[in-house]
């Protein structure tokens, strides 16, 4: 038996020889299939390795062919059901560089590797360079945690606070990418991250929202009102290429947290930020817009028990040329749709983002493929729909009751930022990253 297999592997090799067919050594032995390294590990990467690593929200890592073969068969169950990888903007409005989602093609590229039994392959020559950009192996350049722990309260209510972390920068610099971690996963709501360089509202660590030293930021503005903002499924912000958030040197990051209520005994919290700097020391900087309550149209902000509503926000005329580089749609569990796009002065459309099944536990910071120019005299318009009836699951109070604007985890927002760079002739036509 083992003799025949002898003889028919010799006479296929002299039948490709007579041909001219090349056969290498390091082909003998293999048929063509899918493998890890070459075929499933770029799918794993870019679509579940951001939620799948430490530090995360993901409930075990997929960086690794061994972390990625144990779960591969409830890998191969969720992505064909499409229940992951989450991905909430239609790609069909605007493409994104941080996009989640997978085509027919990879998912069935998936499920072929794990019938064949999940076959390696040869792994690539690793070096510090072919790391995911966006795995926890990269080591930051600057993390910053909150002092000390804090204790978040059991009252049964939002907690709000502010928290004042010294950077110590020796110089400025210029952020390429920015993260937070938050240290209670379950009870940290979400969080906005502000710079100060006055050091004159220092003494704000740790205290409440409500809290009357808090109105010194109406005295001393932050330098940066919205340096970066998380929320749940948000993952790190990651600039184009030759720009960057400006960091002063000496800057205070001035943590806000919102706590989500709590009865539980013990709950702590220490959150922390990485900031991973650029190479360059003077690069085009990163401005950011928020659209937020002020900007409605059609308020009051009211939201009655038992009716779905739709509101209209309105940020310009813009005053010059912008090249937007990503948003961040924020609404809490009422939201069910989302929508933002700009009309120039001539009536053309510029689309930013479409959501049509909103979800606050998948928010996103939508970071676009290509810069988008939105000219001087455009106007951004925002629209969302909202649930406050009873058949909306997410509906976080039983029966429904009349629902207004604030921070409060029962309460709503419609906000939207917009990260965004002066505009240059040709950064449409540029690869960003």
Not at 197 to 216: E, F, W
Not at 280 to 288: A, T
Request: glycine share 6%; hydrophobic share 35%.
């Amino acid at each position: 038996m083992f003799g025949r297999k002898k003889k028919v592997w010799r006479a296929g090799v002299l039948v490709a020889f007579i041909a001219g067919i090349s056969i290498s050594p390091a082909s003998w032995g293999q048929s063509a299939g899918v493998f890890f390294y070459e075929h499933i590990e770029p799918i794993i990467h870019k679509n579940c390795m951001p939620c799948h690593q430490p530090g995360q929200a993901g409930p075990f890592s997929l960086i690794t062919y061994d972390d990625v073969s144990r779960k591969g068969e409830f890998i191969a169950k969720v992505t064909k059901s499409r229940y992951m990888p989450p991905w909430k903007a239609d790609l069909n409005f605007q493409q994104y560089r941080n996009a989640r989602s997978l085509t027919d093609s990879e998912i069935a590229l998936i499920q072929e590797w794990v019938a064949a039994g999940m076959p390696k392959g040869k792994a690539p020559k690793k070096t510090k360079n072919t790391l995911p950009r966006n795995t926890a192996l990269i080591t930051p350049d600057l993390s910053l945690k909150v002092a000390e722990p804090y204790q978040i309260l059991t009252t049964g209510i939002d907690d709000f606070r502010f928290f004042n972390v010294p950077t110590q920068l020796k110089r400025d610099q210029y952020l390429r990418k920015i993260e937070f971690i938050p240290g209670n996963k379950r009870l940290v709501h979400h969080s906005r991250l502000m710079t100060d360089t006055t050091h004159k509202v220092r003494d704000i660590h740790g205290l409440s929202a409500n809290d009357p030293q808090v109105n010194q930021f109406e005295k001393y503005p932050p330098v940066d009102k919205f340096l970066y903002g998380w929320v749940p499924g948000n993952f790190a912000i990651e600039f184009p290429k030759g720009t960057g958030k400006k960091l002063y040197k000496d800057s205070d990051i001035i943590v806000n947290i919102h706590y989500s209520p709590n009865r539980r005994e013990n709950q702590q919290d220490q959150s922390t930020v990485n900031f991973y700097f650029t190479e360059e020391d003077s690069l085009r900087e990163v401005h950011s817009m928020a659209i937020a309550e002020q900007n409605i149209t059609n308020g009051p902000f009211v939201i009655p028990a038992e009716e779905t509503k739709i509101f209209y926000s309105k940020f310009g005329p813009l005053p010059i040329d912008i090249s937007a580089v990503a948003v961040l749609p924020h609404m809490h569990f009422l939201g069910k749709t989302f929508r933002a796009f700009a009309i120039t002065q001539e009536g053309d459309a510029i689309f930013l983002v479409k959501i049509d099944d909103w979800d606050f536990n998948w928010q996103d910071t939508y970071q676009f493929s290509k810069l988008l120019k939105i000219p001087r005299g455009s106007t951004i318009f925002v629209e969302a729909t909202f649930d406050n009836t009873v058949a909306n699951p997410a509906n976080p109070t039983r029966p429904p009751k009349t629902v207004t604007y604030g921070w409060e985890t029962a309460s709503e927002m419609l906000d939207m930022v917009l990260y965004y760079l002066v505009y240059k002739p040709g950064d449409e036509a540029i690869d960003p990253y």
